[in-house]
Structure formats: structure tokens, C-alpha cells
């Protein structure tokens, strides 16, 4: 399968984290009311977002938003372009863990977040954020094994020590079908 395409999270003015995963049982998007467009207007041929769609979401003062953008057909004219949809709050009470490095990794396991420089774990209730969790320890640990087979062996077991919440162990990208 090809790597998904990255849903990116803002904190206030810092620079993006990568959106690694949500908790278990539970998706951020549909807390929204997206009502800009229907799944058959979306063109669901990309390899790397068969979700048909990508999410930046936004902190702003605790509060949770998002903005959805969706890659569209034009068939009259036979050209791609990208929609998005206003800002919408999102009243997402749940979890997920978010990650920051200056040069991209794959985010598409939830063990991804110990090849990163940085990475937290929040808690919303309501869409508003309660918890900001560092997960620096585990990144820390994860670095001190010197072999890369070490590291892949253990990378599972770290990456969950340190966690708060539950998640799989595929994100979210590959878990839930009913997402639009």
C-alpha cells in the first residue's frame, strides 16, 4: 500500500505537527459539519489519499477547527482542483498524538512518532483541548538503542509506554471507511 497523505494540526502560531493518530474508536473529521460536498464529487483514484480528502486542523485559544479540502474533477473542462471548505469547530472530545520534524516521515503507524523531533499527545472534550502531553521521553528512549534491529523490535512496545490513551496499531487513515 502507498503511504497516505499527511492531515496536518496547528497549535495557536507554532509551525504544523503531523497528525500521527486519533484514539481508538473514534475520528476527528466527523465531529464537523462539512456539508460542502458529496462523496460522489469526490475522485477517489489517488493512491496516496484513498480517503479523498485532507484535513489541517487548527487550535486556536483551545478550540478545535478544521478546514477540509477535497481533490475534484472538473469534467467539463477535464481539470483537477482542490476545495476546501470554511473553518469548522470541531466538538471532538477523544485523544490523538501529533509530530514534528523538519523533513517529513511517514505518519502512517503509530509507532512513526519515535522517528520524529517532537511529538505530544492531546485530549479534547467538547473540541476543547484539556491535555498537551509530551511524549519526549519515548522519542528519548527510542534514540538510545544504537542497533536498527533493536529499534525495530522495540519500537512498538516504546511507542505505547508512554501513552495516556488507546490506539491501534494502524492509524487512523487505514482504520475507518465511514469518514465522510
Known sequence: MTMQSADYVYLGKERGFVLIDVEIGKQMITCGDFNFLKPDDVIEHWTSNYRGYTAKYYVVRKELYCVKMHDILTYDKNLYRKVKSPKVRIPYTGSCIIARKDSFFCSDFL???????????LYFIDGVLKEKLSLSSAIDEFKKIENNEKQIQSRDTISRKYLKYRYDFSTYKWRDNEIW
Do not use: P, R, V
Open 111 to 121: 509507532h512513526t512518532y519515535l522517528y520524529f523531533d517532537e511529538a505530544f499527545e
